[in-house]
């Protein structure tokens, strides 16, 4: 009787009764992973070593050999009464698996084919061949394929070439053809099956060098007897907008040859790479990366480069914060100061934080509000939408840790009182949470350096170590203490146990017997909630 859990792909069920049917039991197992599409079980008698019990054959149809080992807890799985000698067993064997060659292997492609005289189409889904239906041939005809001679390119200006194309096969009844360099196409003005003449505008492409190619839709590409002639389109720089500005501005180039794809778009302010926001044939928006001075700005399409140059304003930089240290739950103001000599609207940020209520008091100060954030150090950035990024590194320090655990041990029953040593605590024990590992330490005491809390019982079969842990809000606390782990132990040997109370209403004393009473320490009782503290 009682019940035991399941725990398979990283879940466990709730409790199941020893008596589960097959249907709730099949139920319990597939919520463990959404990703199984079914699980079968059939349930049948079992006796072994002369006891009898229950045997259940979980199938799992599974596509792929991803099945992970069912683990199962018994703790809670109580023996008859007519049989107080036997402990219950629940034992898991894993007899098939099916993709495992134990059985049985997946037949080769190769063994599925049937001899053809012309070449197949295969088509394969993990590694599995699919089935030809109907004709799956497909033939190479050399008396369609289109051939292409010799092509001539001349130069009409500087956007405008004209190319001749001379072959075979060139054209065919009823199918369109196309001449090509990279993704511009040549405008046809002359066709026939041996003869092609065209006009090619590169004045929208992207730079680079282009090979020139014919196809002829339905058939495919020309065979070309002679080495591809090329096209190369430059690439045009006419303007930077702006020139002169700070770190993170978003600058604007205008000219040509740009493209499409800011993936194939490379741009250097000095050494420093740019994050390209967007990219068309005639315009470029990055936005400038950190850097001092003048710098030359180098832009790369497709191997081919022009250079330009960017110059960081200094009339708009960040050089200190006051305070640098602060904690992770304050609401209090803090100061930029540096030089902000714009009517821009400003932003300040602290780490990923936005800071609000920002006053931008004068020309050299700002002043904003920082809410609740993470632990750490994180960099103060002042940002306006015409100049970018205050040029300047300047940071706050976050701080919410714990330095010391004392006592770092304490009996299994709870009751210990322990002194969690740190900074950055709240005066506010509502505002904190101090666990030790799962189980929650309940505050006594608190300032912004220690808190004293009261251990609850760590029940059997848990953890003797458990990691002390501080949180506000989401943010959890950081561990500096000289050894870097921050644990509390409990000790078997130090848990009381409790076997007879006498109160005396004529002395007032309350004797307590037992086992197991520290001697060290002047220990606290609770009675109903209040307490008293004896000698020892």
């Given at each position: 009787t009682g019940t035991f859990r399941i725990t398979q792909f990283g879940n466990t069920t709730p409790p199941l009764d020893f008596g589960i049917g097959v249907s709730c039991l099949s139920q319990a197992i597939s919520a463990l992973n959404s990703s199984i599409p079914q699980v079968s079980i059939y349930s049948r008698s079992d006796i072994r070593n002369?006891?009898?019990?229950?045997?259940?054959?979980?199938?799992?149809d599974l596509t792929q050999d991803n099945l992970q080992p069912i683990q199962v807890s018994i703790s809670n799985l109580v023996a008859p009464n007519s049989v107080?000698?036997?402990?219950?067993?629940?034992?898991?064997?894993?007899?098939?698996?099916?993709?495992?060659?134990?059985?049985?292997?997946?037949?080769?492609?190769?063994?599925?084919?049937?001899?053809?005289?012309?070449?197949?189409?295969?088509?394969?889904?993990?590694?599995?061949?699919?089935?030809?239906?109907?004709?799956?041939?497909?033939?190479?005809?050399?008396?369609?394929?289109?051939?292409?001679?010799?092509?001539?390119?001349?130069?009409?200006?500087?956007?405008?070439?004209?190319?001749?194309?001379?072959?075979s096969l060139l054209t065919s009844s009823g199918l369109s053809t196309i001449v090509r360099a990279g993704t511009t196409v040549c405008s046809i003005s002359t066709i026939n099956s041996t003869f092609i003449a065209c006009n090619l505008n590169i004045s929208n492409s992207v730079a680079g060098q282009h090979k020139i190619v014919v196809s002829v839709n339905g058939i495919g590409y020309a065979i070309q007897k002679q080495s591809p002639q090329t096209i190369s389109v430059p690439l045009v720089l006419n303007n930077v907008n702006p020139s002169l500005s700070s770190v993170n501005s978003y600058i604007t180039f205008t000219g040509k040859g740009f493209g499409n794809d800011v993936n194939k778009v490379s741009v250097l302010f000095g050494d420093k790479t740019s994050t390209v926001i967007s990219a068309n044939r005639n315009q470029l928006v990055c936005l400038s990366p950190v850097g001092t001075g003048t710098v030359n700005v180098t832009i790369t399409v497709n191997s081919v480069s022009v250079n330009s140059s960017f110059t960081y304003t200094q009339a708009f930089t960040v050089t200190r914060v006051d305070p640098t240290q602060t904690d992770v739950f304050s609401y209090a103001p803090i100061f930029v100061f540096g030089n902000f000599n714009t009517s821009?609207?400003?932003?300040?940020?602290?780490?990923?934080?936005?800071?609000?209520?920002?006053?931008?008091?004068?020309?050299?100060?700002?002043?904003?509000?920082?809410?609740?954030?993470?632990?750490?150090?994180?960099?103060?950035?002042?940002?306006?939408?015409?100049?970018?990024?205050?040029?300047?590194?300047?940071?706050?320090?976050?701080?919410?840790?714990?330095?010391?655990?004392?006592?770092?041990?304490?009996?299994?029953?709870?009751?210990?009182?322990?002194?969690?040593?740190?900074?950055?605590?709240?005066?506010?024990?509502?505002?904190?949470?101090?666990?030790?590992?799962?189980?929650?330490?309940?505050?006594?005491?608190i300032n912004s350096t220690n808190i004293i809390c009261r251990t609850r019982a760590q029940y059997s079969g848990r953890p003797n170590s458990s990691n002390v842990t501080a949180t506000i809000n989401q943010f959890s606390s950081s561990c500096v203490t000289s050894s870097?782990?921050?644990?509390?132990?409990?000790?078997?040997?130090?848990?009381?146990?409790?076997?007879?109370?006498?109160?005396?209403?004529?002395?007032?004393?309350?004797?307590?017997?037992?086992?197991?009473?520290?001697?060290?320490?002047?220990?606290?009782?609770?009675?109903?909630?209040?307490?008293?503290?004896?000698?020892?």
């Open positions: 002369g006891e009898s019990g229950v045997a259940w054959d979980i199938s799992y107080p000698s036997t402990n219950p067993v629940i034992n898991v064997t894993k007899l098939i698996s099916g993709n495992s060659g134990d059985f049985y292997s997946l037949i080769s492609g190769d063994f599925l084919r049937v001899p053809e005289t012309l070449p197949q189409v295969h088509v394969k889904v993990n590694n599995a061949t699919a089935e030809c239906a109907t004709n799956c041939s497909f033939i190479y005809r050399d008396s369609i394929t289109p051939i292409v001679d010799s092509i001539s390119v001349q130069s009409i200006s500087s956007d405008l070439y004209s190319v001749e194309v001379k072959g821009d609207q400003l932003s300040v940020t602290v780490g990923n934080q936005q800071c609000f209520n920002v006053e931008h008091l004068n020309t050299s100060t700002i002043k904003c509000h920082l809410g609740g954030g993470s632990p750490g150090v994180h960099q103060v950035k002042v940002s306006s939408q015409n100049l970018g990024d205050a040029i300047g590194n300047v940071s706050i320090a976050r701080y919410f840790e714990i330095s010391n655990i004392s006592p770092s041990s304490g009996g299994r029953n709870g009751g210990s009182l322990v002194t969690v040593s740190g900074k950055g605590f709240p005066n506010d024990s509502s505002k904190i949470t101090l666990s030790f590992g799962d189980r929650q330490c309940d505050i006594v005491q870097g782990l921050c644990q509390f132990t409990y000790n078997q040997v130090t848990n009381n146990n409790i076997s007879s109370a006498t109160y005396n209403v004529t002395t007032n004393i309350l004797s307590i017997s037992g086992s197991e009473f520290l001697t060290n320490e002047i220990p606290t009782v609770i009675i109903s909630g209040t307490f008293s503290n004896p000698k020892k």
